[in-house]
């Protein structure tokens, strides 16, 4: 199956602090990637649909100045929480869908993101 | 609104039993249905796929079926073992390419 890779794993920042969260598809180009959050027990909340080379799609009640997607190639998409705060503490994932898969979608293995 | 539920919340069985977990999405003009596994703290792995026009998927002891009329999805694991232990989530597509829409997810715990 096609591969997806988030970097990093698990990031511990400082209140107020930025945190960029690297989403690669390594063996396979994707035009959309999508932005996950999870928190414990709970189940993925779709927060943003990236677009290459486009603006990325926000859900609503997703702040898009608090959660700012770059898509910047075929392969990467990138998410960065600006002036992260303790709330902001969660797991996220990215997914991209493999096109001729009849819309199967790969999921990254995840980003632990710890605010103090 | 397109919701999509999965019964039980949690699942406890004793090793070699076969088991069913529920899906249910209330609009039934899906594209595709997809389960997937997670274990604690990890991403999502793809375990099956299932079209709109298919009625059911099989991978080895995994087997999930489709009835879009009612709205329904089943995945069903024979003979479950102690490493068969995750969540399982259900999600469901709408538009080729477009968002997954999951349910709640189903704690599976397997006992040796």
């Known amino acids: 199956g096609a591969v997806v890779s988030q970097h990093p794993s698990r990031v511990i920042c400082k209140s107020g602090t930025s945190v960029k969260i690297e989403c690669r598809s390594l063996?396979?180009?994707?035009?959309?990637m999508f932005w996950y959050r999870q928190f414990p027990k709970k189940s993925l909340m779709l927060m943003a649909t990236s677009n290459e080379g486009s603006k990325a799609t926000y859900e609503q009640g997703v702040e898009k100045d608090k959660f700012l997607i770059n898509h910047a190639s075929l392969t990467l998409s990138t998410l960065t929480v600006t002036s992260a705060h303790p709330e902001d503490s969660s797991f996220y994932i990215c997914s991209a869908p493999l096109q001729g898969s009849g819309g199967e979608q790969f999921f990254g293995p995840g980003t632990r993101l710890t605010v103090l | 609104k397109q919701e999509v539920t999965q019964i039980p919340a949690a699942l406890s069985v004793p090793e070699g039993e076969n088991l069913v977990l529920n899906c249910s999405f209330t609009d039934s003009a899906i594209y595709n249905l997809q389960w997937f596994r997670q274990d604690p703290g990890k991403g999502l792995t793809s375990l099956l796929l299932i079209q709109s026009s298919q009625r059911e998927q099989t991978s080895g002891r995994l087997n999930a079926s489709l009835d879009k009329s009612s709205g329904r999805s089943t995945l069903y694991i024979a003979a479950s073992q102690p490493g068969d232990s995750a969540t399982y989530l259900c999600a469901v597509m709408y538009n080729q390419g477009g968002k997954l829409i999951f349910g709640q997810g189903t704690e599976l715990s397997v006992k040796p």
């Open positions: 063996d396979f180009q994707a035009t959309t």
